[in-house]
């Protein structure tokens, strides 16, 4: 009786556990679109796997991509201008010439990315890793401040 009760308890967490995360993810319609135009500004893409993806010259402006997990993905000349990139996975990505004015890259990993051009006018930096692995500091507003 006390194995099927605790088994019946487990299974209910992780159903909840579950739901927790599909309410938090990913718009599927944004990342349909994203995928097929290339182009997706305002859209939700928060916690979405792009690892390795190649969105050269993508139109991302205002999309929320918090969370999102775009280790090695071809950024370069990308216009994500606002867009919302706090806590994202940016390690190794190419971000050459990309323009992430008035982005919010609070807590963001870009560690090792080129950033070769990239503008960061207005951009908020606060507690993001560096491309050379260094924390940037409280108030990093268009530059790492260390």
Same mark, same amino acid.
């Given at each position: 009786?006390?194995?099927?009760?605790?088994?019946?308890?487990?299974?209910?967490?992780?159903?909840?556990?579950?739901?927790?995360?599909?309410?938090?993810?990913?718009?599927?319609?944004?990342?349909?679109?994203?995928?097929?135009?290339?182009?997706?500004?305002?859209?939700?893409? #928060?916690?979405?796997?792009? @690892? =390795?993806?190649? !969105?050269?010259?993508? *139109?991302?402006?205002?999309? $929320? %991509? /918090? +969370? &999102?997990?775009?280790?090695?993905?071809?950024?370069?000349?990308?216009?994500?201008?606002?867009?919302?990139? #706090?806590?994202?996975?940016? @390690? =190794?990505?190419? !971000?050459?010439?990309? *323009?992430?004015?008035?982005? $919010? %890259? /609070? +807590? &963001?990993?870009?560690?090792?990315?080129?950033?070769?051009?990239?503008?960061?006018?207005?951009?908020?930096?606060?507690?993001?890793?560096?491309?050379?692995?260094?924390?940037?500091?409280?108030?990093?507003?268009?530059?790492?401040?260390?």
């Amino acid at each position: 009786m006390k194995r099927n009760v605790a088994v019946m308890f487990g299974t209910i967490m992780l159903c909840v556990l579950l739901m927790g995360n599909v309410a938090q993810g990913f718009n599927q319609a944004d990342l349909n679109k994203l995928n097929s135009m290339k182009q997706c500004p305002g859209c939700d893409l #928060s916690n979405a796997d792009l @690892s =390795g993806a190649v !969105l050269n010259s993508v *139109d991302l402006n205002a999309a $929320n %991509l /918090s +969370g &999102a997990i775009l280790i090695g993905a071809n950024l370069s000349h990308a216009d994500m201008d606002g867009a919302n990139l #706090s806590s994202a996975y940016l @390690s =190794g990505a190419n !971000l050459k010439g990309t *323009d992430l004015s008035g982005t $919010n %890259l /609070s +807590g &963001a990993d870009l560690e090792g990315a080129n950033l070769t051009g990239t503008t960061f006018d207005g951009a908020k930096l606060d507690g993001a890793t560096w491309k050379d692995g260094q924390k940037c500091k409280a108030g990093s507003i268009q530059k790492c401040i260390q």
